[in-house]
């Protein structure tokens, strides 16, 4: 059969097969992979607020960590007041704060704040999501709170696609080691944390940033004073 | 290729004769796609911080473009010459979903540290070139031949840039401090003598400039490279 491959007919026919069979492979591998993808984001975040916490997880370990580690969750709205009887994605740990912090169409006062209660070596402490911007796209992370809901004791950063090397360098461990020993609060009041260029970050609410990595430090700055004072909100109340 | 093709062309042409050698060895070196015909030149710049995510962009690369021109090549009788730069586009960008979908089902660790820039392979200029310049017009197993080529030419220049950057701009390779640590007050080896990485082989004018001297490099050692003006 002789086919005339420049006919208006013949291409068209050609593509429609194409993206028909393209589309189909294409659906049913991201139907299929669904599960799998979710189940590693899943843990993926466990691991990070067990990070938050000083406790080093794998991917293996890490969902059963989890259930030893975290207690309770909750979530309060941006007022610092406790939500009850939320639907089941919007429960603290279906919460997607990234979602959250992107959609413009949800209003600042509209927003989630989901918090977690772990016990570690006979401690309450509090884990509390953080999100912001970095230079080229998100930056999220966990910060552990101590039972006196003032001091920082632990961290776990993370970004998108902040440049390697520089800005990427916020989820090393000794950047966010940074963090620890901070307070959010000083005399019953929030305090912000600075993040600071001239090496004085030794001082008490001053952190040091990364060097050339100024935006990225400074959307840390931003993200954890923005986030903090929301939660300490609540925290003042119930204490 | 059907069968009593294949045993007509046994014969005529063994698997691996001197043509199909010169199809992977070429682009190599004296046809190589980013120093020779200078393709590419964008996963270049962006990946090469890492020698780490350089080498796993390169696998993606590898698989990408060995299946991309596998299929356009067995597609190459049917495609309508006046769509074929789309229907390119479309399979390299459907490998490419593959990939990323894969990785970030079977090995998650590997798809955050590539993040966006699985996206980025569908962009590289060197899998449309290859597919338009070659797999359209040769059969099945040549194209093969020329993707594992093309993608190994492509993958060590991307690693070596790699290697030369990570050394220079974080002191590591493959993450991994090899002059000390440089954490401040905590210095030790190299650093503690004074040593400073140098923070501009990071950024991105770098990995042309890396480039630059691989060029050179390659065309002062054969002259026949270089090109009459």
């Known amino acids: 059969m002789k086919v005339n491959k420049d006919a208006n007919g013949y291409t068209f026919a050609f593509s429609i097969i194409l993206v028909i069979v393209v589309g189909v492979i294409l659906s049913s591998l991201s139907i299929g992979l669904g599960p799998l993808k979710k189940a590693n984001v899943e843990v993926k975040k466990k691991m990070n607020i067990l990070s938050a916490l000083g406790v080093e997880s794998t991917r293996k370990d890490g969902s059963d960590k989890y259930e030893q580690f975290v207690n309770d969750s909750y979530v309060i709205s941006h007022n610092g007041v406790l939500q009850e009887n939320l639907p089941e994605e919007k429960q603290a740990f279906s919460l997607d704060v990234q979602k959250q912090f992107r959609d413009k169409t949800i209003k600042l006062e509209d927003r989630l704040y989901p918090i977690f209660e772990a016990e570690k070596e006979g401690e309450i402490l509090y884990v509390l999501p953080v999100v912001g911007k970095g230079l080229w796209g998100p930056i999220w992370g966990f910060i552990a709170l101590a039972d006196d809901f003032e001091t920082i004791v632990g961290t776990s950063f993370d970004h998108k696609g902040e440049t390697p090397g520089l800005g990427a ?71 | 290729m059907s069968k009593t093709e294949e045993k007509l062309k ?155 950057r990570e050394v220079l701009g974080s002191g590591k390779i493959w993450g991994a401090s090899i002059f000390g640590n440089n954490l401040p007050g905590e210095e030790s080896g190299l650093y503690a003598l004074g040593y400073v990485n140098n923070n501009m082989m990071i950024l991105p004018p770098m990995a042309l400039i890396v480039v630059g001297i691989i060029i050179w490099v390659q065309r002062s050692m054969n002259k026949e490279l270089v090109e009459e003006n």
Request: with cysteine; hydrophobic share 50%; proline share 4%.
């Open chain 2, 10 to 164: 046994a014969p005529s042409e063994p698997l691996f004769s001197k043509k199909n050698k010169r199809l992977i060895t070429d682009p190599l070196a004296d046809n190589n796609p980013i120093t020779i015909q200078v393709l590419g030149i964008c996963s270049a710049l962006a990946i090469t911080v890492q020698v780490e995510q350089a080498f796993w962009m390169s696998i993606s690369v590898i698989f990408v473009m060995v299946f991309g021109n596998l299929i356009v090549s067995l597609l190459r009788n049917l495609i309508p010459s006046r769509v074929r730069i789309i229907v390119q586009l479309v399979i390299v960008a459907s490998l490419v979903i593959i990939v990323n979908e894969s990785l970030q089902a079977f090995v998650p660790d590997v798809s955050e540290k590539l993040s966006v820039f699985v996206g980025l392979i569908i962009t590289n200029c060197i899998i449309m070139g290859r597919f338009e310049a070659f797999a359209m017009a040769n059969k099945p197993f040549p194209s093969i031949l020329d993707a594992i080529g093309n993608a190994i030419g492509y993958a060590w220049i991307l690693v070596l840039v790699a290697l030369v």
């Open chain 1, 169 to 239: 360098e916020i989820s090393q461990s000794f950047f966010e080691n940074r963090y620890n020993g901070e307070k959010i609060a000083n005399n019953g009041s929030f305090t912000e944390i600075k993040v600071v260029q001239n090496g004085s970050g030794f001082e008490d609410q001053k952190v040091d940033g990364i060097t050339g990595g100024t935006i990225t430090s400074k959307g840390v700055e931003k993200m954890v004073n923005e986030t903090m004072e929301v939660y300490y909100k609540y925290f003042s109340k119930n204490k």
